[in-house]
């Protein structure tokens, strides 16, 4: 199993959503807002915002836990669907998941998720 994390700018949320329905074992998603900033330290972006005096960049945080199988398949719509050819479309995380356990059966691994 893999976890997912992508770093995205809001308004290509919906069609990153819409794509992810069409994928035939994707479990769920968890979807985030957050701020923040990356090399560009929040400068020349119009949608920023001031908070204690530093910059920050309005951002959606997605993560998945998918099956190794997947990992190319879900990066490949993020790529796509979050592109804008702009500085700032985002980043993209693969992490290893070594368990899962569903809280209300006890399931553990693949089957958890």
């Known amino acids: 199993m893999k976890q997912i994390q992508a770093y ?3 308004h290509k949320l919906s069609a ?3 794509a992810f329905h069409h994928i035939e074992g ?3 998603v968890s979807i985030c807002d957050m701020k ?3 090399r560009s330290r929040a ?3 119009p949608h920023s915002f001031t908070e204690d005096l ?3 960049v309005a951002v959606v ?3 998945t836990v998918v099956e190794d199988s997947m990992v190319d398949e879900i990066i490949e719509i993020i790529q796509r669907e979050a592109h804008t050819g702009l500085r700032g479309d985002g980043k993209i995380y693969v992490t290893p998941v070594l368990d899962a356990v569903r ?3 006890g399931e553990r691994g693949d089957d958890a998720v």
Do not use: A
């Open 36 to 38: 923040g900033f990356g």
């Open 43 to 45: 400068q020349d972006v």
């Open 103 to 105: 809280v209300s059966s």
């Open 61 to 63: 945080k997605i993560e």
């Open 54 to 56: 530093v910059d920050y």
């Open 16 to 18: 990153v959503t819409r």
């Open 8 to 10: 995205i700018k809001p």
């Open 26 to 28: 994707l479990t769920g």
